[in-house]
């Protein structure tokens, strides 16, 4: 069994993806206000928009904080392992994992329990080690089997 690495991919945080929260928070706001009277409502709603940006700007799923995805290792034999700050654990690639398209959104479930999520919109890694990383996933594909769901 050749369980040679594949793909060995460090992730940084996503700043495309911060731009992009930040931008949509600012837009909602925006529209509510041109929208929405003056008064206590309008003031009420603000802070939730204002409470939604601070507890997603930093979300695990772009790569921020201790419990984001921080490295992804892709073994020839179709192993995968994961970083998510304690260091490599073994995963599988979960079966809701999208990993065609322009915005793959990976989820593995850790071996010890648990599970990560992380969208890579493009920003993430080198070009690189984008395309081995892609290369890997599509290869892959996400696990079937009945033990993954």
Known sequence: MNSGVTADIPLRPSVRGLTILSALHAVTLLLLMGSMPDGEGMVAVALLVGLS?????????????????????????????????????????????????????????????????RILLGDECAAEHARLLRTALLHAGPSTSSESS
Do not use: E, I, Y
Request: aromatic share 8%.
């Open 53 to 117: 940006w601070m507890l997603t700007r930093r979300h695990p799923a772009l790569g921020f904080g201790k419990r984001a995805l921080q490295r992804v290792v892709a073994h020839a034999d179709g192993r995968w392992q994961v970083d998510c700050g304690g260091g490599l654990v073994d995963a599988r690639l979960h079966p809701l994992s999208v990993v065609g398209g322009r915005f793959p959104v990976l989820r593995f479930r850790l071996t010890g329990g648990g599970s990560t999520l």
